[in-house]
T-cell receptor
Framework: GAGVSQSPSNKVTEKGKDVELRCDPI?????LYWYRQSLGQGLEFLIY????????KSGLPSDRFSAERTGGSVSTLTIQRTQQEDSAVYLC????????????FGPGTRLTVT | KNEVEQSPQNLTAQEGEFITINCSYS?????LHWLQQHPGGGIVSLFM???GKKKHGRLIATINIQEKHSSLHITASHPRDSAVYIC???????????FGPGTRLSVLP
């Protein structure tokens, strides 16, 4: 079946603009995760959803970042008033449930803020 | 001190060699993951462990909960194994992930 998909694959935006990144998880996966990887850096956990709720938003780097998930499926990560330090690859993953199931990663969205 | 450490940071091996990558962590965990990030950036989950040992093909992962240590072994390494291998631990509540810095492996033909 289809894997995790993300869109757009690449996004170039001007500093100060808002961007929305989309993640389509594998059908039936109730847990969804957002990560980011800055150039030359390791992976950073941002937020996870169980169904439509996000029990812990503490990984979001600032209040300019928000995420939502509707219908237990698609999720959007929104970055408001983008800054150059937001440039990174944003990765989404999904799994059957939280905690003890394998995660399947999407291809990522490469965000460049100019 | 980082919560998750990996060694070595970089590793170059000749094809056919047995490879070991180590991961140490300092927090209580519910599970540990080994991820493989290909040169193109795609990430694949290799293993998820909460105890003992798992094997998949030429890959073996072990974890020692008491010592807070995990190892990833690659037998009969091949150039296509060249990638960054990342250790990630999930906290006791099963929510947050903490990632190691990764080990960059290059297998030469």
């Amino acid at each position: 079946g289809a894997g995790v998909s993300q869109s757009p694959s690449n996004k170039v935006t001007e500093k100060g603009k808002d961007v929305e990144l989309r993640c389509d998880p594998i059908s039936g996966h109730t847990a969804l995760y957002w990560y980011r990887q800055s150039l030359g850096q390791g992976l950073e956990f941002l937020i996870y959803f169980q169904g439509n709720s996000a029990p812990d938003k503490s990984g979001l780097p600032s209040d300019r970042f928000s995420a939502e998930r509707t219908g237990g499926s698609v999720s959007t990560l929104t970055i408001q008033r983008t800054q150059q330090e937001d440039s990174a690859v944003y990765l989404c993953a999904s799994s059957l449930e939280r905690s003890f199931y394998e995660q399947y990663f999407g291809p990522g969205t490469r965000l460049t803020v100019t | 001190k980082n919560e998750v450490e990996q060694s070595p940071q970089n590793l170059t091996a000749q094809e056919g060699e047995f490879i070991t990558i180590n991961c140490s962590y300092s927090v209580g965990i519910s599970a540990l993951h080994w991820l493989q990030q290909h040169p193109g950036g795609g990430i694949v989950s290799l293993f998820m462990l909460s105890s003992g040992k798992k094997k998949h093909g030429r890959l073996i992962a072990t974890i020692n909960i008491q010592e807070k240590h995990s190892s990833l072994h690659i037998t009969a390494s091949h150039p296509r194994d060249s990638a960054v291998y990342i250790c990630a631990v999930r906290d006791n509540y099963g929510q947050n992930f903490v990632f190691g810095p990764g080990t960059r492996l290059s297998v030469l033909p």
